[in-house]
């Protein structure tokens, strides 16, 4: 029994012994992958189709993204309301969503439900037909989002930043114009869906509760798709060659959007997993060296943040923030001084704990229930990594030296590589 007159010892987030919960791997008829994470108390499950069907494979813009959005908005037999008449009335929550390299299907729902809905999803994957007024209905609507949009700053640096890292005939550097939802037409979305879901890719990651017959089931409805091979073609960065940009867009404005970016290797690289200690200190988390000079003591912004892109192929290291139009440039000149600082002097053993400690944290909340541990493993699977690149990531925080740390500054954080953009 615990005494209750003596406080526990606290333990550092560093010194916690993580371990990732083995997903289960079967494969169905057809050769499917199939990753399952057997966790939790509550009798619920996820299921997520990711099919090889993003921006990257399409010819023409928006056609992955608009083929993706139909997908539940009509069959040969169900219209869009029957189809989410269906999974609403089960207590399910269907979504997708189309990314630069994949598109999914999304299922969330009790356990008990499964044998009622699966079936439903098979439907949308074999028998979507892309009604011409549900296309109709979306073209008019996303092109009145997107005149409110580019209103907005942000929204517009953040679709010029990737134009000047990545070149606007990228997949990631492309954005949509009015014209582009003018040019679509049923045919091309068919052939699409014809192509990348009735005959494409797919693995599928589910985890939750899970029934015992959930192999059966899954291979009931899906062991008899198709499974080609989608050929990743390699598409060549065209990035522009000015690197300083200052856009206006809103002469009413009281505030700016700043984005500084510079390319940056993938997972695969060396560097990737120290610098991802290397960004949390520069700016990745609230206690960061960009929050605590640019919010804290200047008073420019409510919040900057720095990240690595999470891209299966290219990446970038970018760092956003929104600051008032007047001080916009003072804040980039002391984004630098940060870089400056750490290029020059070693970080202190106090403050690199804390990082340590904020990374094993956040790696710690994402191993808390089923549908966390199963986004790592897709993580994992998707960029073709294994189990070991957790336990590398995780000795790399407890073991990475400020010297590390240092040089890593020195090579990636040089003004002279970053693209430099503000829209007031």
Known sequence: MPDRKQAPEIVDAVNFDLKLKTADKFTLDNGVEVYAVDAGAEEVLSLEWVF????????????????NFLLRNGTSKKTAFQINEHFEYYGSYLNRACHSETATITLHCLTKKIKELLPAVRELITDSVMPQEELDIYKQNMKQRLKVSLKKSDFVAGRLIDVYLYGEKHPYGKFSREEDFDALNREQLLDFYKKYYQQGKLIIFVAGKLPAD?????????????????????????????????????????????????????????????????NALFGGFFGSRLMSNIREDKGYTYGIHSHLQNHMHDSAWLISTEAGRDVCEATITEVYKEMKDLREELVEDEELLLVRNYLMGGILGDLDGPFHIIARWKNIVLHNLTEQYFYDSINTIKTISAEEIQQLAQKYLQPEDFYELVVV
């Open 52 to 67: 090889f069907a993003g921006n990257w494979h399409e010819e023409q813009d928006l056609v992955a993204a608009t083929t």
């Open 214 to 278: 959930l192999e059966s089931l899954i291979n009931k409805n899906f062991g008899d798709l198709p499974d080609n091979t989608v050929e990743t073609k390699r598409i060549i960065i065209e990035p522009g060659t000015e690197k300083k940009f200052r856009i206006p867009n809103d002469e009413a404005g009281v505030q700016g959007s700043i984005r500084m970016a510079r390319p940056f290797p993938n997972r695969h690289h060396p560097d990737f997993m120290k610098a991802q200690v290397l």
